[in-house]
C-alpha cells in the first residue's frame, strides 16, 4: 500500500459545520485536497459558498459545495440534515465542528452562557450526529468504516483556559461524549474520534492570538514553541478519515504541541 493510498478519499462525501472559518475551514481544505467531496455549512451561507467557490479553484482533486446551516437549535438542525439528504443518500465523513466560546471571569461569568454555549457544543452536536447516523450507516463497509470527527479543545482537559468555564466544561462534554458513541456506534462500522487542538489562529481566537506578537506569547506556554498550523489540522483529517485511521475508535487526538501532557516543574522539585 502506497503512502497516497492511506490518505486518499476520492469517492467520500463529507460533511464539515462551521466550515466557513477557522479549524472548520482547515480540516475541509485537507479532505478536498484528499479527493473528497466537501458539503460546508454554517449560519453564513454567502461565507460558506465562498470558501467552496475558493477551495474549488485551488486546483485540488476533490470538490466543495457550501450552503447555509445552524447546528444551535432543533429546527435548525433538522433543516441541515434535509439539506444533506437532499444533496447525498450516504456520509461517510460528518466533522462535528461548529461551536461558540466564552471568557468572562469568575464572579462575572453569566447564567445563560453555559444554555448558549451547551446547545451548540454538545446538544447541537449530539442530535445532528444521530440524525444523520442513516446516511452514514448506508456508507459505512467492514473494511472502510465511516467516521465523526468531534472537535474538542486541550482546555477540555486541562485546566488552562482563563475565564473560559462553560467553554472548557462544554469541550469536556465532548470529549466523553465521543468515548461514549465510540461505544455504541463502533459495533455498527461507525469510528468516533475527537481532536483537541491547543492555540490555532482563528476568528474565535483573534482576540488573544490574531497579531504576531500575541501568536508569540501564546506559543510560550506551548511545549513545542509554536502555535497551531492549518497542515496540523488538515493532515490530521486525511488521516483519521483514509485508510491509515480505520482501526482508531474512542480516541481524543491531542493537537496542542504537548500542552496536554506538559506539568511544569517536578514533583519533589530535585535538580535533574
Not at 454567502?46 to 447555509?68: K, Q, T
Not at 448558549?116 to 467492514?142: D, E
Amino acid at each position: 500500500m502506497t503512502p497516497a493510498e492511506l490518505y486518499d478519499l476520492t469517492g467520500k462525501t463529507a460533511l464539515v459545520t462551521g466550515g466557513a472559518t477557522g479549524i472548520g475551514r482547515m480540516a475541509a481544505e485537507g479532505l478536498v485536497a484528499a479527493g473528497a467531496r466537501v458539503l460546508i455549512a454554517s449560519r453564513k451561507a454567502d461565507a460558506c459558498e465562498a470558501v467552496a467557490a475558493e477551495l474549488n479553484s485551488m486546483g485540488y482533486p476533490g470538490h466543495a459545495e457550501g450552503f447555509g446551516g445552524d447546528v444551535a437549535t432543533e429546527d435548525g438542525i433538522g433543516a441541515l440534515v434535509a439539506e444533506v439528504t437532499k444533496r447525498t443518500d450516504t456520509l461517510h465523513i460528518l466533522m462535528n465542528n461548529a461551536g461558540r466560546t466564552w471568557g468572562a471571569p469568575l464572579g462575572q461569568h453569566p447564567y445563560g452562557a453555559w444554555d448558549k454555549l451547551l446547545s451548540l457544543n454538545v446538544t447541537g452536536m449530539f442530535h445532528l450526529t444521530q440524525s444523520l447516523l442513516p446516511l452514514m450507516l448506508k456508507a459505512s463497509t467492514p473494511n472502510d468504516p465511516a467516521r465523526i470527527i468531534n472537535v474538542g479543545s486541550v482546555m477540555g482537559d486541562i485546566p488552562k483556559g482563563t475565564a473560559t468555564y462553560s467553554y472548557a466544561v462544554s469541550k469536556g462534554a465532548v470529549h466523553h461524549m465521543t468515548r461514549v458513541l465510540s461505544n455504541d456506534l463502533a459495533p455498527q462500522g461507525i469510528t468516533v474520534n475527537a481532536i483537541a487542538p491547543g492555540p490555532f489562529v482563528s476568528k474565535m481566537t483573534a482576540f488573544a492570538i490574531g497579531t504576531e506578537e500575541g501568536q508569540k506569547k501564546s506559543a510560550e506556554g506551548v511545549p513545542l514553541g509554536r502555535v497551531g498550523r492549518p497542515e496540523d489540522i488538515a493532515g490530521t483529517l486525511q488521516f483519521l478519515c483514509g485508510k491509515g485511521g480505520a482501526y482508531i475508535s474512542g480516541a481524543i487526538i491531542p493537537l496542542s504541541g504537548g500542552m496536554q501532557s506538559n506539568a511544569p516543574g517536578s514533583l519533589f522539585n530535585e535538580d535533574l
